[in-house]
């Protein structure tokens, strides 16, 4: 079954760290960027962070840049997200989405359930 | 960046009738336009990319168009189960942006 599955997500105090995963199956996971998108009932849908099919490209929200960190392991067909010095602001329900294929400034043709994280104290 | 805004807020249609939405970008996105359909509780789901071409699996009745700024969604014959959010998305320019969403309602 072709999937991404999110994990990790929960409660966090601000200022603190939290890493989420999606675990993907179905797909030749290293032909795809994959991405993180947020989305919160204020703020909408707002994508976080893209990293290349074979990793060696990533890219940053201004929101994120310097306290998030995307990675992969095409070997584990996973995908990561470890966020630090968290804020108020970062409480969202997360997304893994993946592109068509090598290309990462496309859509989104897969989405998995998403992690919400919470950020309180 | 570019900011799309999607117009109604909320459409209330009758089964079997046409449904109707509208994206507009504040500036040109050429026809890199997608649209989503997201249902409570769960993730958005691929309908339409490059403003018009179809996603694997969708219904013939899910239907796009425009290019530059302007972009609609047509569901042809609406079903009970279209009711959903609808996001327009570009992908033209850094950074990717998102519509607020129409909500479709079944009246």
């Known amino acids: 079954q072709v999937q991404l599955v999110e994990s990790g997500g929960g409660v966090v105090r601000p200022g603190g760290s939290l890493r989420l995963s999606c675990a993907a199956s179905?797909?030749?996971?290293?032909?795809?960027?994959l991405y993180w998108v947020r989305q919160d009932p204020d703020k909408g849908l707002e994508w976080v962070a893209v990293i290349s099919y074979d990793g060696t490209d990533k890219f940053y929200a201004d929101s994120v840049k310097g306290r998030f960190t995307i990675s992969r392991d095409n070997s584990r067909n996973t995908v990561s997200l470890q966020m630090d010095s968290v804020r108020g602001e970062d409480t969202a329900v997360y997304f893994c989405?993946?592109?068509?294929?090598?290309?990462?400034?496309?859509?989104?043709?897969?989405w998995g359930q998403g992690a919400l994280v919470t950020v309180s104290s | 960046e570019i900011v799309m805004t999607q117009s109604p807020g909320i459409l209330s249609v009758s089964p079997g009738e046409r449904a109707t939405l509208s994206c507009r970008a504040s500036?040109?996105?050429?026809?890199?336009l997608a649209w989503y359909q997201q249902k409570p509780g769960q993730a958005p789901r691929l309908l339409m990319y490059d403003a018009s071409k179809r996603a694997t699996g969708i219904p013939a009745r899910f239907s796009g168009s425009g290019s530059g700024t302007e972009f609609t969604l047509t569901i042809s014959s609406l079903q009970p189960e279209d009711s959903a959010i609808y996001y327009c998305?570009?992908?033209?320019?850094?950074?990717?942006?998102f519509g607020q969403g129409t909500k479709v309602e079944i009246k």
């Open positions: 998305h570009q992908n033209e320019e850094w950074p990717q942006t």
């Open positions: 500036q040109s996105v050429s026809y890199h």
């Open positions: 179905g797909f030749t996971f290293s032909t795809h960027a």
């Open positions: 989405a993946r592109t068509p294929g090598h290309d990462f400034w496309t859509y989104f043709d897969l």
